[in-house]
């Protein structure tokens, strides 16, 4: 199983509300990020989780709050989003390290209003 | 820091031979090939390492030139579903530790187009 699962696939959502979105992976990786990808551009890293530990924060504003409860799981709660926000959101997780194979999901689409 | 692709798009009819350039301005770790097709999420193609690791698909080849920071992706027999985009994410190196930052920055991108 090479797959990683993202929730929901779409997500349209007011500047004043709080979502959440869900990235799992059962492949045993103990590396997991998070991407931002606008229309026509390459995808932007967010965040590194490593063995459940934030490992690097690329200058992310507040309002993006990433969470790994277990080695599986990435969240990313949203909150006081700006219209400029949406976009697609990617998760992906690898082995251990960037040297190995980077497995990403289908993302969702995140639309802020 | 963004690595920087070339050609930005190319149209090839089915069977022909592309090159896809991946050049860095800064001393590279490792360098990752990615294909987007629209509405999807980018899927794996190779990985280059430094000191000539390469990890990848066996119809895909590339070449890592370490000292001069370019990377090239290699398509031949091309076949209409090779159509997309191809990005190369670079991971810089991380002196003196020998290792990379662990952080991937991706070019902008090379849209490939394979017509019957």
């Known amino acids: 199983d090479t797959e990683v699962t993202q929730t929901p696939k779409h997500l349209v959502m007011g500047m004043t509300n709080k979502k959440s979105l869900k990235c799992e992976q059962h492949m045993g990786h103990r590396a997991m990020y998070w991407y931002k990808q606008k229309a026509k551009k390459p995808p932007e890293l967010m965040f590194v989780?490593?063995?459940?530990?934030?490992?690097i924060n690329e200058s992310v504003p507040s309002r993006f709050s990433p969470e790994c409860p277990n080695s599986s799981l990435l969240n990313l709660h949203l909150h006081a989003l700006q219209p400029e926000d949406s976009a697609l959101y990617l998760c992906a997780s690898s082995r251990q390290t960037l040297t190995d194979t980077q497995y990403f999901g289908p993302g969702t689409r995140l639309t802020v209003l | 820091q963004q690595p920087v692709q070339s050609p930005q798009a190319v149209i090839l009819r089915e069977g022909e031979d592309a090159v896809i350039n991946c050049s860095s301005s800064k001393a590279l770790y490792s360098v990752h090939w990615y294909r987007q097709k629209h509405g999807e999420a980018p899927v794996f193609l190779m990985i280059?390492?430094?000191?000539?690791e390469q990890k990848g698909h066996e119809k895909i080849s590339a070449s890592f030139n370490e000292k001069k920071q370019q990377s090239s992706l290699y398509l031949t027999a091309s076949q209409l579903s090779y159509s997309g985009t191809y990005f190369c994410g670079t991971e810089v190196g991380h002196p003196p530790y020998q290792g990379g930052s662990e952080k991937l920055v991706f070019g902008k991108g090379t849209k490939l187009t394979v017509n019957p």
């Open positions: 989780y490593s063995y459940e530990k934030l490992s």
């Open positions: 280059l390492l430094k000191g000539g």
